[in-house]
């Protein structure tokens, strides 16, 4: 195993990622839980986006969500209640990322596996990046996420699947990345439909069956495109690509990184470093990498990776690390071994000390 990257105990003196059990409290609870962490998130946030974007872009984003009857609005302003600052509308609608996904079988055992690494620009999501266990009625599901968010970007449900979401490139209008970045902002402003987080977390909420997930995140309107990959503990997995109201569905093994290939269209914005060499080199390992970090290597790995991940629903196996600019600032969070091999037990969150 290459040097630094973890085992998954903390042997490389890397601090561990958190694991909180909610319950039924939903996210809310978290940035209680893990209130220094969400001081971290917004620090940077304001570093990266400055204040006065922050607070017209949460104006904005407020506005719309109650236009629209979001069913995570409520959850949203409880969270900004709680924040001395602006930033947590708009940082729950944020959709500046880019990723390299993959749905293939395990060379471990049984079971088809996920693999995901997420990049954003936002410096201290890797060092903040924690697991929620959240309960359903229809069994709990496990969230890679931060203190502050409340959808899912990469979540799995013991028994039923894993998923996680990409973001497509932006169509160029102008010469202008940002001129252009407005002009789509305003479209999505004029959109009723969910955006892509909150429905993958109405998913893991409602669908007790991989077939049912599918057909949701498939014929589901959103308000801005996404890809969705989806790993079922059945053995059946997929990749979507999804416009607005448009579907392109590929059947697994199948990579995603952040270039369209369902819909042969051009003239679009890059997204992400390298994105058709991501995704030629996640092809190459999908199939075939341990379950460690090794395979996280460049292209996929780049100074925007924050979080990578492998998870497998059949066996109840999540990997996670925290990364920034190219090197792991976390323990690799190996969910069997913090929880003795029994992914349905749970415990008490920890104590959380002060991000390094």
């Not at 909420?205 to 308000?223: F, G, H, M, S």
């Amino acid at each position: 195993m290459p040097e630094g990257r973890g085992d998954g105990r903390g042997g490389t003196g890397l601090p561990e990622i958190p694991f909180f059990d909610l319950g039924d409290e939903g996210p809310v609870a978290l940035i209680e839980m893990a209130a220094t962490y969400l001081g971290q998130v917004v620090a940077e946030a304001r570093k990266h986006y400055g204040g006065l974007t922050l607070r017209l872009g949460d104006r904005a984003t407020a506005q719309w969500l109650t236009r629209n009857g979001n069913p995570y609005r409520q959850e949203i302003a409880a969270i900004a209640a709680r924040i001395p600052v602006p930033g947590a509308f708009l940082l729950n609608l944020s959709y500046e990322w880019s990723c390299t996904s993959a749905a293939g079988r395990d060379p471990a055992g049984s079971g088809l596996r996920l693999l995901r690494t997420l990049d954003w620009p936002l410096d201290g999501i890797g060092r903040t990046v924690v697991v929620a266990r959240h309960d359903t009625a229809l069994g709990p599901y496990l969230n890679v996420t931060w203190p502050g968010y409340v959808g899912v970007l990469t979540a799995m449900a013991t028994g039923r699947f894993a998923a996680a979401i990409n973001q497509p490139p932006a169509r160029r209008i102008s010469g202008s990345c940002w001129f252009d970045w407005a002009i789509h902002r305003t479209g999505v402003w004029r959109r009723s439909a969910l955006p892509p987080a909150h429905l993958l977390r109405q998913v893991f909420e409602q669908c007790a069956t991989y077939d049912e997930a599918k057909a949701v995140l498939t014929e589901t309107p959103l308000c801005i495109p996404a890809f969705f990959t989806l790993a079922g503990a059945d053995g059946q997995g997929v990749v979507i690509e999804r416009q607005e109201h448009r579907a392109a569905v590929h059947a697994a093994p199948f990579s995603i990184s952040n270039h369209w290939l369902g819909f042969p269209m051009g003239g679009f914005h890059d997204r992400g470093t390298d994105t058709v060499g991501r995704r030629a080199a996640m092809d190459d390992v999908r199939d075939v990498a341990t379950n460690d970090m090794s395979w996280v290597t460049p292209p996929i790995l780049n100074r925007k990776t924050r979080v990578s991940v492998i998870a497998n629903a059949k066996r109840g196996s999540l990997l996670v690390q925290g990364w920034e600019r190219q090197a792991p600032v976390t323990a690799v969070f190996n969910l069997q071994e913090r929880l003795g091999g029994d992914t349905a037990r749970t415990k008490p969150a920890p104590a959380l000390a002060a991000p390094a």
